[in-house]
């Protein structure tokens, strides 16, 4: 519950829009960032010890780096193989009014990052002929509650 009252002040809080927008984009990029290195590292032939880390202390070294460059205050990390996680922390404050860390339990706005998942997974599934475009949403899941009853017979997937 205290995690629950934690979640509410911290959407309560006195941002504006524009700070918001730029602390998403700015997050957006380290985000970007983080990937594409691991990315590069992951897909390069030869072994680089400079260009990537070599353990967690020194990912979260790199990662400490691109969050100061781009003035985000912190971000959670999760890394993880098909059978388990191999870590799970954070970089940086989770509130630098409280001066709290960022821990594996800290949580973060998603903003709309899951839409691209959603219609990724979406375009996937109707390539493998188990989703119809086309279909209404109502009726593709109906256990998903409308909120416009309105548009219901209307919209599609």
Same mark, same amino acid.
Do not use: W
């Given at each position: 519950m205290e995690r629950v009252s934690q979640v509410k002040?911290?959407?309560?809080?006195?941002?504006?829009t524009s700070n918001c927008r730029q602390l998403f984009f700015a997050s957006a990029k380290v985000i970007s960032a983080a990937v594409a290195m691991l990315a590069i590292a992951a897909c390069s032939g030869e072994a680089k010890p400079t260009a990537s880390p070599a353990n967690i202390e020194e990912l979260k070294s790199a990662v400490a780096a691109i969050l =100061?460059?781009?003035?985000?205050? @912190?971000? #959670?990390? *999760?890394?993880?193989?098909?059978? =388990?996680?191999?870590?799970?922390? @954070?970089? #940086?404050? *989770?509130?630098?009014a409280t001066n709290r860390e960022v821990t594996a339990d800290t949580m973060f706005r998603v903003g709309s990052i899951t839409k691209g998942f959603v219609a990724l997974r979406a375009l996937q599934l109707a390539e493998q002929h188990k989703l119809d475009l086309d279909e209404k949403v109502a009726d593709a899941a109906p256990e998903i509650p409308v909120v416009m009853p309105s548009r219901a017979s209307t919209e599609t997937v």
């Amino acid at each position: 519950m205290e995690r629950v009252s934690q979640v509410k002040q911290n959407l309560r809080s006195p941002r504006t829009t524009s700070n918001c927008r730029q602390l998403f984009f700015a997050s957006a990029k380290v985000i970007s960032a983080a990937v594409a290195m691991l990315a590069i590292a992951a897909c390069s032939g030869e072994a680089k010890p400079t260009a990537s880390p070599a353990n967690i202390e020194e990912l979260k070294s790199a990662v400490a780096a691109i969050l =100061k460059e781009h003035g985000v205050p @912190g971000i #959670g990390i *999760a890394l993880v193989t098909k059978d =388990k996680v191999v870590f799970a922390g @954070g970089v #940086g404050k *989770a509130d630098i009014a409280t001066n709290r860390e960022v821990t594996a339990d800290t949580m973060f706005r998603v903003g709309s990052i899951t839409k691209g998942f959603v219609a990724l997974r979406a375009l996937q599934l109707a390539e493998q002929h188990k989703l119809d475009l086309d279909e209404k949403v109502a009726d593709a899941a109906p256990e998903i509650p409308v909120v416009m009853p309105s548009r219901a017979s209307t919209e599609t997937v």
